[in-house]
């Protein structure tokens, strides 16, 4: 025994000298023998499940919706049909990437569904040229119908089913940076019919065809038009700047020569930014007018319409229809983060039978607050809570902006 | 049986006894062995300080880690990474400086360079002739719009365009910022400016491009180069003036983070959170407006050496510093406030845009459009933010700004003249907006962060007990001198790290002094703080480790405000 608690008392005093002796004896061996220590437990790095997914989500289906190729479809047909999904195929490379073909169809929660075939040329003459022709089959089966005319009433709801083949072509020419002029023909082919919305009536079930004008035609029309068209948004999602649009059409009724009209539409929208571009005054005026020569009426389904999450945001979609209408929007914008939005908006309009009432006059107005995930270029998603109309309160999510 | 059960019993007790023993022996040794480490690890080794980081000792095998823009902004912006702790940076040497490492070479900040060094930057050649290039593939990364070229040797250059609403903005920024981080001490990669003819350029056999419709690759084709130059500035003769970005040696790993370590490389000892030169980088982010400064813009290469492999880390993509924003004048926000930052938001909420956030109101001065939106007056340094919150910027202390800032101020009004000038802004008016505007910001800069701490420098001991040093604050004309220096000596004792105080404190109205009667040792250090009314932080002490060396005294540790290391 007492040779061991010798023993141990050599050893506690001897210990720290043979650890001494273990200890590096200069920075260079401390950093060595951590960085041999390290290499024994070295890894290769296994990405976590967030990484992953984001990597998944940045570099592969970020493409999927613009994609070449088969790609998804997913937006909305037109006002009121609903989200929509479907399936596309786009090749933009063609001509030595002078041209682009797009073709997809699809259907919407509302069984509105459509299909399209376009061919672009948009940037031909060193971007000075643009052209493109397309065809198209639009079936949207359950269109308001309130009637016409301003004093339309709100319990006249009805439906109507309309069915579109479309043939046509555009051409524009870019003589300056923010100016495009051009013209355009297509050939309409439409065909209605019972709406199939089960809980309204259809529309010949509530008004008279003498107070639907063109409910039973069926006409085809060749749409011959020029427009001019100023853009100097900045950027696209604008925060100043200004969009102005003015498309004469002439509609030819091809196959009764009952139905041949002409409308003039003129689109002012103007984008006032300030505290660095965060706050936008957004304002817009739409007109729309149309005249007919004697004897000759203008089809119900190609007159203007106010309702909707596009226009007067506080009434059913298409809830005011007639041969003219005058709609003024103004929003104040302010950025939240970036990418995110807050607007508060305003939005009066009318139509009204006869071009001398096309006033400010006994306007149908709303108020609402929204909210907008966007890019530079324009909005993503939107929901705007709209208030203050005859038609109550109406919430929209809308996959796109407004103006 | 009984004595056979006593022999047994005994023997037993032998055994038991002797596994005690053995126990007892190997329990104390345990103790012994443990009780010393503080002992056995000397603060101060003799070849303190280091100055060379060998952190390409050990061979790696490592794998790209490509992080996307997506993953780096939710990562950093909500899920705080890495470690967020009030400590001195791990990677510094004993006398606080950063030593050459492979993410740091000391330049400016601890040798004077000629105006000419600086200027000239990473760069191998004076310049570039593209003649004889081909275009060797598309451009990978990144908004601004560009592709590859090899020279005729086989090197690979990446080729950028400024677009036509702000010539010269992202190639100006990208030169300037290239020759200011590499007179820094980091790694960068050659770049040059250059014009090149539309017309003569010839695709490489085997070119490809990464489809910028599907992401997938495929060979590059003519209308690809259209493109480029559809959205690129064109010069008055019809040539282009581009940017040429040499690419770097060995085999790329994608980037390296601000935070955490690489898992596969075992030189790399040191969470990237607790680098100096990672925390300090906020500094010069601030100074040059680096709202970009985050882990994918930057790039780790795998390089051989000997036949042994060891990861470089590059500081890269420079095009939207200062007034860039590589393809627009830089946003308002940038460099004031995150992308996403809870509570200007939430009130910018609530309040329907009635809060205004204080960037909001800045007037840039009006200028070139090569310079973008970049300005002085309203610059707060200490307020700068980068685009996302950065994990070392997060950690850096007085101590890392301290350091950051004397860089900073070593950049003279002649160097960074001669460095925008690099940039060949063709309205000299931008030549000098941004200079004026560096030189208002660096001084912005330097005053905010270099007196935080006590801002004694060069600190020295003769053989005789002549202690000399000078005001780094006061050299670099962010501050007046102190009214005095209140100097505190002790003896050190390097086993145990304790310091015994010699003499009473020692005041000074100027930058030398002497050891008091009765110091001597091994080792000695004083501990130096400032008294000035304008001048806080230069209460906060700086500290300074002297030993005995054949010629007198050398200079072995400084400690600038907290002391509080890893272990604390």
């Known amino acids: ?403 | 049986m009984v004595t056979r059960a006593r022999c047994v019993s005994a023997g037993a007790a032998r055994d038991l006894a002797g596994r005690m023993s053995r126990a007892a022996i190997i329990g104390l040794l345990a103790v012994a062995t443990v009780s010393m480490p503080r002992s056995a690890s000397p603060r101060f080794y003799p070849d303190d300080p280091l100055w060379v980081d060998d952190d390409r000792a050990m061979p790696v095998k490592a794998v790209p880690i490509e992080d996307t823009n997506g993953f780096d902004f939710v990562v950093n912006t909500f899920a705080q990474p890495g470690e967020r702790r009030d400590v001195r940076a791990l990677n510094v040497n004993t006398v606080d400086e950063v030593p050459d490492s492979s993410w740091f070479t000391n330049r400016i900040g601890r040798k004077a360079m000629s105006v000419a060094e600086i200027v000239r930057g990473p760069d191998r050649a004076e310049s570039v002739d593209l003649a004889g290039w081909k275009v060797s593939g598309g451009k990978t990364t990144g908004v601004q719009p560009g592709f590859r070229m090899t020279d005729p040797q086989g090197q690979t250059y990446q080729i950028e365009i400024d677009p036509p609403s702000n010539p010269e903005l992202a190639s100006g920024a990208e030169i300037i910022g290239t020759a200011f981080y590499h007179a820094i001490g980091y790694h960068v990669v050659d770049v040059y400016l250059a014009e090149i003819d539309r017309e003569s350029l010839v695709i490489a056999d085997g070119a490809t491009i990464r489809d910028p419709l599907n992401g997938r690759r495929r060979s590059m084709k003519k209308y690809d180069l259209d493109n480029v130059f559809n959205r690129a500035a064109r010069l008055e003769n019809g040539h282009y003036r581009v940017l040429v970005s040499r690419f770097a040696p060995g085999a790329p790993l994608g980037n390296f983070r601000y935070y955490g370590k690489r898992p596969d490389d075992p030189n790399d000892l040191v969470e990237h959170e607790h680098r100096r030169e990672l925390r300090g980088a906020r500094v010069f982010g601030a100074w040059l407006n680096h709202d970009d400064s985050r882990g994918v813009n930057s790039l780790d290469m795998l390089e051989t050496t000997n036949g042994r492999t060891w990861i470089k880390h590059y500081m890269f993509d420079f095009g939207s510093i200062l007034g860039s924003g590589t393809i627009f004048a830089q946003r308002h926000r940038s460099g004031n406030e995150y992308i996403f930052e809870q509570k200007p938001g939430w009130l910018s909420m609530v309040t329907l845009g009635l809060y205004v956030r204080p960037w909001m109101t800045i007037d840039y001065p009006d200028v070139p459009p090569s310079v973008g939106r970049l300005e002085a007056d309203r610059f707060d340094p200490l307020t700068w933010k980068p685009e996302y919150p950065n994990p070392a910027f997060a950690n850096m202390r007085p101590d890392d700004a301290f350091w950051a800032a004397r860089i900073v101020s070593k950049f003279s009004d002649e160097a960074i003249r001669s460095i925008v000038e690099k940039a060949r802004y063709s309205d000299r008016a931008a030549t000098d907006f941004v200079t004026n505007t560096i030189i208002a910001r660096r001084n912005k800069v330097v005053a905010a962060w270099i007196n935080q701490v006590c801002p004694v420098a060069d600190v020295a001991l003769s053989a005789d007990g002549s202690l000399t040093f000078t005001n780094a604050a006061v050299d670099a004309m962010a501050a007046t001198p102190p009214e005095r220096y209140s100097l505190n000596w002790f003896r050190f004792d390097n086993a145990t790290d304790q310091r015994t105080p010699v003499g009473g404190a020692m005041t000074v109205s100027s930058g030398s002094a002497r050891v008091p009667e009765g110091l001597t040792g091994d080792y000695i250090g004083v501990s130096v703080t400032a008294t000035h009314p304008q001048q806080p932080g230069w209460t906060t002490p700086s500290t300074f480790f002297f030993r005995r060396a054949s010629g007198g005294w050398s200079l072995v540790g400084v400690e600038r405000g907290s002391a509080k290391t890893s272990e604390s």
């Open chain 1, 1 to 403: 025994m007492h040779r061991h608690v010798v023993l141990c008392w050599a050893l506690v005093i001897v210990a720290p000298t043979v650890a001494w002796s273990q200890e590096p004896a200069t920075r260079e061996e401390v950093d060595r023998q951590r960085r041999e220590q390290q290499a024994k437990e070295v890894k290769s790095y296994q990405p976590g499940g967030l990484e992953r997914a984001m990597n998944f989500a940045e570099n592969k289906a970020i493409f999927l919706l613009d994609r070449e190729g088969i790609h998804p479809k997913l937006g909305s047909l037109t006002t009121g049909s609903g989200f929509a999904y479907g399936v596309g195929f786009r090749d933009r490379d063609l001509f030595s990437n002078k041209g682009a073909l797009e073709l997809w169809a699809a259907g919407s929660i509302k069984r509105y569904w459509a299909t399209e075939a376009r061919l672009t040329f948009p940037r031909l003459a060193n971007n000075h040229l643009y052209l493109e022709t397309w065809a198209s089959h639009r079936d949207y089966p359950q269109e308001n119908f309130f009637g016409l005319g301003p004093d339309s009433n709100r319990d006249d709801q009805s439906d109507y089913a309309i069915r579109t083949n479309h043939f046509g072509g555009r051409a524009g020419v870019r003589p300056f940076e923010h100016l495009l002029v051009g013209g355009a023909m297509e050939y309409l082919e439409p065909k209605l019919g019972a709406g199939e919305n089960d809980r309204v009536p259809s529309v010949p079930d509530v008004f008279s065809p003498f107070d639907v004008p063109g409910i039973t035609s069926r006409s085809d029309f060749l749409r011959s038009s020029g427009f001019i068209e100023v853009d100097y948004r900045e950027p696209l999602n604008a925060k100043r700047g200004g969009w102005y649009r003015f498309d004469f059409s002439h509609y030819d009724d091809h196959s009764t020569n009952r139905f041949t009209f002409n409308r003039l539409d003129a689109d002012v929208r103007q984008f006032f930014g300030f505290l660095a571009g965060r706050r936008v005054i957004a304002a817009r005026l739409f007109v729309s007018t149309s005249d007919t020569e004697a004897g000759q009426t203008m089809p119900f389904f190609f007159m203007p319409t106010l309702g909707g999450n596009d226009t007067l945001r506080g009434f059913k979609e298409y809830r005011f229809r007639a041969p003219h209408a005058i709609l003024a929007q103004a929003e104040y914008r302010w950025e939240i983060w970036s990418g995110f939005d807050g607007a508060l908006f305003y939005d009066a309009g009318k139509v009204a039978n006869e071009r001398s009432d096309l006033n400010f006059q006994d306007l149908e107005k709303d108020y609402g607050i929204g909210f907008r995930f966007n890019t530079n270029s324009g909005v993503v998603f939107r929901v705007d809570a709209a208030f203050g109309s005859a038609d109550g309160k109406h919430l929209y999510m809308v996959v796109g902006g407004i103006f």
